[in-house]
């Protein structure tokens, strides 16, 4: 009788968690098995041992796998010059999930109470996110090497400085930060968080940066032919909101409700890109972009646009803040002491 041919699943399945780990990885990687196993020096008759399960790499070699790793994945996924080593800067959760598939312990646990502060104690730094929030508050340097610029990038190294600890930064897309918050790729972001409570569940956000003033939601659009102060006087079936994801904008959208269309961007520039493009076109849709004022005032002088107010928050008025990982106590609590010498002094 002929032997029964496998299929590709059942060979999946019959592998080491181990090397359907390091496969996944792989095909992330755009790399083959022959150019994998060059790399990181190992046979092609140990590989499949792995694939086995006869035996399992030493710790040595899986720390070597997840360095390989790291660095072709920044080749992949790098966004230059903001953030050049995507995968590299954060290797420890790649070398706990394979340290974890062979059979090991995690080599960093980061994920109980205090875990950042106790790592930033220990290497008197921290890391803090930050992205593009305009006019002046944060904004990405113009060349590889330097810092970033605004005044929550300052105040953030204000802090540090008080701390006595050195800051690092990493260029995030709102999109990005509370997964980055989440796994702990940064210890926090920097303070232009506006503590919306749709963010409760993401961030652990500390005192208000009174400093940095408050702010108060608002909408901008094209100039239009209705005479209209807020948003909701407009029809409803012409309106079209505009927003970037997780940013303050995207609360407000949920805040007006499910009775509006809607338009997602993962950033500023291509919201702003979106918008513009009905400046050059007849269209029946009024397209509103939601955030707070500070932004809106300024998108709205710069085109000659039009700021709308919102019925529905118009009373409302937030401060800026730091956001960390819900289970940072302490650091939250170091950071809020910091917070009030300088709202004192500022």
């Known amino acids: 009788m002929a032997r029964p041919k496998r299929t590709r699943s059942e060979d999946t399945a019959s592998q080491s968690k181990f090397v359907q780990v390091v496969e996944g990885y792989l095909t992330k990687a755009n790399w083959t098995k022959q150019q994998f196993m060059a790399e990181i020096q190992v046979g092609e008759a140990q590989f499949y041992r792995w694939a086995r399960g006869e035996n399992v790499p030493s710790k040595a070699i899986v720390n070597r796998i997840a360095v390989f790793?790291?660095?072709?994945?920044?080749?992949?996924?790098?966004?230059?010059?903001?953030?050049?080593?995507?995968?590299?800067?954060?290797?420890?959760?790649?070398?706990?999930?394979?340290?974890?598939?062979?059979?090991?312990?995690?080599?960093?646990?980061?994920?109980?109470?205090?875990?950042?502060?106790?790592?930033?104690?220990?290497?008197?730094?921290?890391?803090?996110?930050?992205?593009?929030?305009?006019?002046?508050?944060?904004?990405?340097?113009?060349?590889?090497?330097?810092?970033?610029?605004?005044?929550?990038?300052?105040?953030?190294?204000?802090?540090?400085?008080?701390?006595?600890?050195?800051?690092?930064?990493?260029?995030?897309?709102?999109?990005?930060?509370?997964?980055?918050?989440?796994?702990?790729?940064?210890?926090?972001?920097?303070?232009?968080?506006?503590?919306?409570?749709g963010r409760f569940f993401d961030y652990r956000l500390s005192d208000p940066w009174y400093s940095g003033g408050k702010l108060k939601l608002t909408a901008v659009t094209l100039p239009i032919e209705i005479d209209a102060d807020f948003l909701e006087d407009l029809p409803h079936k012409r309106v079209r909101l505009v927003y970037i994801e997780n940013e303050i904008g995207d609360w407000v959208v949920s805040m007006l409700g499910n009775s509006y269309e809607r338009e997602a961007f993962a950033d500023k520039a291509k919201a702003f890109s979106y918008m513009k493009a009905f400046e050059s076109k007849e269209s029946d849709v009024i397209p509103i972009l939601c955030s707070d004022h500070v932004l809106c005032k300024s998108v709205a002088d710069e085109n000659n646009w039009q700021v709308l107010n919102i019925r529905c928050v118009k009373d409302l008025e937030l401060y800026p803040a730091f956001a960390f990982h819900p289970n940072e106590e302490q650091l939250t609590a170091s950071v809020n002491a910091v917070l009030k010498l300088v709202n004192q002094v500022s």
């Open 69 to 197: 790793l790291g660095r072709r994945l920044d080749e992949v996924y790098q966004n230059l010059p903001h953030n050049p080593f995507p995968v590299s800067d954060t290797i420890d959760g790649l070398l706990n999930e394979l340290l974890e598939a062979a059979g090991y312990s995690a080599s960093i646990r980061g994920k109980g109470v205090d875990s950042s502060w106790q790592e930033i104690a220990h290497n008197r730094s921290w890391k803090l996110g930050y992205t593009l929030v305009y006019p002046n508050w944060a904004e990405p340097p113009e060349r590889y090497g330097e810092k970033p610029i605004g005044i929550a990038i300052d105040c953030a190294e204000r802090v540090g400085d008080l701390l006595g600890i050195d800051t690092e930064w990493q260029y995030l897309t709102w999109q990005e930060m509370p997964l980055a918050i989440a796994e702990r790729k940064v210890h926090g972001i920097a303070p232009f968080m506006l503590a919306a409570p």
